[in-house]
Antibody, heavy 120, light 108 residues
Framework: QITLKESGPTLVKPTQTLTLTCTFSGFSLNTSGVGVGWIRQPPGKALEWLALIYWDDDKRYRPSLKNRLTITKDTSKNQVVLTMTNMEPVDTATYYC????????????WGQGTLVTVSS | EIVLTQSPGTLSLSPGERATLSCRASQSVSSNYLAWYQQKPGQAPRLLMYGASSRASGIPDRFSGSGSGTDFTLTISRLEPEDFAVYYCQQYGSSPRTFGQGTKVEIK
């Protein structure tokens, strides 16, 4: 059974750096085709893909946010970490961690999400 | 980046009725890598369809997907009470992966 869970601060101040951790179980990030990504959703708005890291450590970022994002993995801990620098109020959103399967090359399992508010 | 436009924004229907949701892409979706997700309030999205017309594991057969290129459709043949939710399309054929703005299916 695949599960993912996001953890991190619920409140950050403008200009601060956000660090979110995704802890997963039920799969290995050493398996060919597997990836873990991050998607966010501002309150009442649509979904926005942010970043994705593959089993082979290939990394992909949303171009408009590439300069602010870093995604890393720790396969020994079954964790993926996303950092986003220079946070602004418009970055207030629920951040989801997602599993990418090689079978369909897309996201099939999602974490419950964590709401991050950016405010002074 | 491929922009996905969903219509209508809101669909007001009764249980038992048929729902037809549209997703139009600003350019052709590579390999028809188009997915549909269902999201209920306070929950994470759930994968319904992938590859435009393949149902994800555990999804009832009242859900079906069709289309190719730039025009895609999600059809719910007979709405059940648990189907009232927001539906998003997503393309994963090119980077960045993008989502539509969503269609809300509400009880009439």
């Amino acid at each position: 059974q695949i599960t993912l869970k996001e953890s991190g601060p619920t409140l950050v101040k403008p200009t601060q750096t956000l660090t979110l951790t995704c802890t997963f179980s039920g799969f290995s990030l050493n398996t060919s085709g597997v990836g873990v990504g991050w998607i966010r959703q501002p309150p009442g708005k649509a979904l926005e893909w942010l970043a994705l890291i593959y089993w082979d450590d290939d990394k992909r970022y949303r171009p408009s946010l590439k300069n602010r994002l870093t995604i890393t993995k720790d396969t020994s801990k079954n964790q993926v970490v996303l950092t986003m620098t220079n946070m602004e109020p418009v970055d207030t959103a629920t951040y989801y961690c997602v599993h990418r399967t090689g079978a369909i090359q897309n996201f099939d399992y999602w974490g419950q999400g964590t709401l991050v508010t950016v405010s002074s | 980046e491929i922009v996905l436009t969903q219509s209508p924004g809101t669909l007001s229907l009764s249980p038992g009725e048929r729902a037809t949701l549209s997703c139009r892409a600003s350019q052709s979706v590579s390999s028809n890598y188009l997915a549909w997700y269902q999201q209920k309030p306070g929950q994470a999205p759930r994968l319904l369809m992938y590859g435009a017309s393949s149902r994800a594991s555990g999804i009832p057969d009242r859900f079906s997907g069709s289309g190719s290129g730039t025009d895609f459709t999600l059809t719910i043949s007979r709405l059940e009470p648990e189907d009232f939710a927001v539906y998003y399309c997503q393309q994963y054929g090119s980077s960045p992966r993008t989502f539509g703005q969503g269609t809300k299916v509400e009880i009439k």
